[in-house]
């Protein structure tokens, strides 16, 4: 039982360019989030998802795209990487929004210069 | 919008001495969850508080969540160097879909 495998777990992007983070889940969880953690702060919530073709924007999306095909999958794209973009990215899911905990992958730290 | 606030930022104590994270919301919750997340590492749940008042312990961690379901807090008795990390309390209100989380408490521990 891998949990959220999340990858890759390192990269470096140019101003401009673009990349996927990839997320999957093997506990059938409906529930997926991603969040983005700057240095010495808290978890900022950028879009969740309550289960297949569903998507809503969290706290900061802007820069950010989702799509949930399947339950299993929860990929974040990135467009026109700015270096505000900086950070370590977490995928995270659940059984449901409230009763359950959250379970998260190991994170993708994301360097923009 | 709610908020989940979390003090203290950091805390360093000597390993034995203890150790309280508090945590504060702006609106009354119906549950309270608590995350640890290692230096490097990733958010661990830890466990989950329902009931007003209620009190669980795991070890040397005892949780508690307030009467007025409004506040909650996490108590590390005699730390050892295997506490250090972000202790992150969240929080769900009900009218919002998901976990607010607070902004943790950093512990680090003195050998």
């Known amino acids: 039982n891998a949990g959220v495998t999340q990858t890759p777990k390192f990269r470096i992007l140019k101003i401009g360019q673009s990349m996927t983070l990839q997320c999957a889940q093997d506990m059938n969880h409906n529930y997926m989030y991603w969040y983005r953690q700057d240095p010495g702060m808290g978890l900022k919530l950028i879009y969740y998802s309550v289960g297949a073709g569903i998507t809503d924007k969290g706290e900061v999306p802007n820069g950010y795209n989702v799509s949930r095909s399947t339950t299993e999958d929860f990929p974040l794209r990135l467009e026109l990487a700015a270096p505000s973009q900086t950070s370590v990215y977490f995928c995270?899911?659940?059984?449901?929004?409230?009763?359950?905990?959250?379970?998260f992958g190991s994170g993708t730290r994301l360097t923009v210069v | 919008g709610q908020q989940v606030m979390q003090i203290p930022q950091y805390q360093h104590v000597q390993e034995g001495e203890d150790f309280t994270t508090y945590c504060n919301s702006s609106t009354t919750l119906s549950n309270i969850q608590w995350y640890k997340q290692r230096p490097g590492g990733h958010p661990v749940f830890l466990i989950q508080?329902?009931?007003?008042?209620e009190v669980k312990k795991q070890k040397r961690l005892t949780f508690q969540f307030g009467e007025a379901k409004k506040n909650s807090s996490l108590h590390i008795t005699a730390t050892q160097t295997t506490d250090v990390g972000t202790y992150f309390c969240?929080?769900?209100?009900?009218?919002?879909?998901?976990?607010?989380f607070g902004k943790g408490t950093k512990l680090s521990v003195k050998p």
């Open positions: 995270a899911s659940s059984y449901d929004s409230r009763s359950y905990g959250y379970t």
């Open positions: 969240a929080g769900y209100g009900g009218s919002q879909g998901n976990l607010i």
């Open positions: 508080l329902v009931k007003s008042g």
